[in-house]
């Protein structure tokens, strides 16, 4: 799934060209022995973090309906993970990784979301189903300290970072069988004991759902 999602951005970013090549993009640790081993102008996409995005999560369950009307199962809804890459781009000189850089922002603000024809395996499923895979390119990644804390980590030169974020739909739970089609309306009685009279109120017929919600009856008590 999450390389579904790298080949994705990367087919996107490769659209843009520098110097009349698409530029290559790598999804390794952009660490100092990396870094030694360019030759030639490189995006890199460091997979940072991954986390739910509960502002999204929702209750309301997912009927599968078959042909004839019936509800047969419910399923838990999908639940979105934001995706964060930190986007930094390497060449032989700063203002030639200025330039680069600017060219994978200029690529990625021209979508809201990651067309069908960068996708493919689960992430085209996805798509074609029809969800759409979110796109957010420049946002806060994390905290302030994160761009000055990842290079000491990584043992590797200051390089300024373009966070890029994509909002991945995942299936969540198991199909559970719902019950039996319900072949009768539902009908509720009530009786009054002192006049001796019986409320009967019926919902939807099933078979004949235009019929109307309910119908009342009253009659006396045998």
Not at 10 to 28: D, H, N, R, Y
Not at 132 to 152: N, Y
Request: hydrophobic residues 40%.
């Amino acid at each position: 799934m999450f390389a579904d999602v790298d080949r994705a951005v990367a087919a996107l970013l490769e659209t843009e060209k520098i110097a009349g090549q698409a530029p290559k993009v790598s999804f390794e640790a952009p660490k100092r022995d990396w870094a030694a081993q360019q030759t030639a102008p490189v995006l890199n996409l460091f997979l940072a973090d991954i986390r739910e995005d509960l502002s999204r999560r929702s209750t309301t369950l997912i009927e599968e309906v078959n042909d004839d009307g019936f509800v047969v199962s419910r399923q838990q809804p999908y639940r979105f993970f934001n995706v964060t890459y930190a986007l930094t781009a390497w060449a032989s000189r700063p203002a030639d990784d200025h330039h680069l850089l600017g060219l994978a922002l200029s690529a990625l603000v021209k979508y809201d979301y990651i067309p069908a024809e960068f996708c493919q395996g689960e992430l085209l499923a996805l798509v074609e189903s029809g969800h759409q895979l979110h796109l957010r390119a420049g946002g806060k990644i994390f905290s302030d300290r994160f761009a000055t804390e990842l290079w000491p980590a990584l043992g590797t030169d200051y390089h300024p970072i373009l966070p890029v974020v994509v909002s991945l739909p995942v299936a969540a739970g198991i199909p559970e069988a719902a019950g039996p089609p319900q072949t009768v309306p539902p009908k509720i009685t009530v009786s009054d004991t002192g006049s001796g009279l019986t409320d009967s109120v019926e919902g939807r017929d099933p078979k004949d759902p235009e019929k109307g919600i309910r119908t009342r009856r009253r009659s006396p008590q045998s």
